[in-house]
T-cell receptor, first 114, second 113 residues
Framework: DAGVIQSPRHEVTEMGQEVTLRCKPI?????LFWYRQTMMRGLELLIY????????DSGMPEDRFSAKMPNASFSTLKIQPSEPRDSAVYFC????????????FGPGTRLTVT | AQSVAQPEDQVNVAEGNPLTVKCTYS??????LFWYVQYPNRGLQFLLK??????LVKGSYGFEAEFNKSQTSFHLKKPSALVSDSALYFC???????????FGKGTRLSVTA
């Protein structure tokens, strides 16, 4: 398996622009997670899905952030409008059902908002 | 609510010496415990997990971890450190059901030659 795939790997954008991050989970995994990592705040869970349904979005920082999972093999995290404080590395992770299984992380998208 | 504490921001070890990265947890019920490693500019990689059974769990790259229920700890260990082990290490816990992993702040391990 190719693992969790994220695109783009790097994104540089200007403040106010819309940013869309993409994730393809591992086939057969029915949980998908979006995390954000910064030096100041560490690794934060933003939102997670089970069987394409959002379960908990309490970590989404503001209404500027939205996430969708239209099918089992694709998810997006959108920021509109973007701000410099959104600069971070965004990770997607997936796992199978059953609490014993580990989460597998993608390589991340490094977002820089200028 | 479940939580994880990694009390050390950084651990420094000489190559060839044993290393320990500490982790304590708080969770209702039996915990599922995990260790991940992150190399620069990479995603988190799974190292090992404790679900049930033997308290000593062996994982990738020669790492092992010891589950101690009475001390609510899950320390990561390696008998002989390598310079290539230098990275950021995260401990994580999951409680009941399908809840997401809760991660610690991370501990930066530096192994010097």
């Amino acid at each position: 398996d190719a693992g969790v795939i994220q695109s783009p790997r790097h994104e540089v954008t200007e403040m106010g622009q819309e940013v869309t991050l993409r994730c393809k989970p591992i086939s057969g995994h029915d949980y998908l997670f979006w995390y954000r990592q910064t030096m100041m705040r560490g690794l934060e869970l933003l939102i997670y899905f089970n069987n394409n349904v959002p379960i908990d979005d309490s970590g989404m920082p503001e209404d500027r952030f939205s996430a969708k999972m239209p099918n089992a093999s694709f998810s997006t995290l959108k920021i509109q409008p973007s701000e410099p404080r959104d600069s971070a590395v965004y990770f997607c992770a997936s796992r199978r059902s059953g609490g014993r299984d580990e989460q597998y992380f993608g390589p991340g998208t490094r977002l820089t908002v200028t | 609510a479940q939580s994880v504490a990694q009390p050390e921001d950084q651990v420094n070890v000489a190559e060839g010496n044993p290393l320990t990265v500490k982790c304590t947890y708080s969770v209702s019920g039996n915990p599922y415990l995990f260790w991940y490693v992150q190399y620069p500019n990479r995603g988190l990689q799974f190292l090992l997990k404790y679900i049930t059974g033997d308290n000593l769990v062996k994982g990738s790259y020669g790492f092992e971890a010891e589950f101690n229920k009475s001390q609510t700890s899950f320390h990561l260990k390696k008998p002989s450190a390598l310079v290539s082990d230098s990275a950021l290490y995260f401990c994580a816990v999951r409680g009941l059901g399908g809840t997401p992993l809760v991660f610690g702040k991370g501990t930066r391990l530096s192994v010097t030659a």
